[in-house]
């Protein structure tokens, strides 16, 4: 009987995987995901807007007979101009910015506040592209706002 013949060419094969797979990693990790994580360059115009726009929430909107909460309700914005909103919570009760639908700015990140906004407290936002969102409030669902944020007309 002779002994089996051993061929290098399966060692060079495990040795051309290794190989191709650590330059993968090394450009997964050095180009791709930098970039893809990166946020968006924005204007400085659009991240430092002329004015902010204040939304309140005002006293007595945990009342469900009440009409107004967010004053204003309905609110238009212009990029560079007023996106800058910050919602304040002037009644005695803890309220909730959520959208009704997912809405996310590209350069913000996602829209919502992170928990219940206090009395006293408030929450900010800087819009930096156009959209639509309609959003409530999560433990009184009838306050409900709405926002069309547009590019500066000029």
């Known amino acids: 009987m002779s002994a089996p013949t051993s061929s290098h060419a399966y060692g060079i094969g495990v040795i ?5 797979l650590s330059a993968s990693i090394v450009f997964y990790t050095s180009f791709y995901l930098p ?15 002329v004015s902010q726009t204040i939304i309140k929430m005002i006293e007595g909107s945990a009342n469900p007979e009440q009409q107004d909460n967010y004053v ?5 914005l212009q990029l ?24 996310e700015d590209s350069y913000s990140g996602p829209f919502g506040s992170p928990g219940v906004i206090m009395p006293g407290d408030q929450y900010e936002f800087t819009f930096t592209e156009p959209q639509e969102i309609e959003y409530h409030c999560e433990p009184h669902p009838w306050m409900k706002g709405h926002l069309i944020v547009t590019k500066a007309r000029f």
Do not use: M, Q
Request: hydrophobic share 40%.
């Open 72 to 76: 204003p309700k309905l609110v238009n």
């Open 35 to 49: 970039e893809s994580l990166a946020k968006p360059s924005v204007d400085e115009h659009v991240l430092h807007p």
């Open 80 to 103: 560079g101009i007023d996106n800058h909103v910050i919602w304040d919570n002037v009644d005695n009760t803890p309220h909730t910015v959520t959208p009704d639908h997912r809405a």
């Open 16 to 20: 051309a995987i290794i190989v191709a």
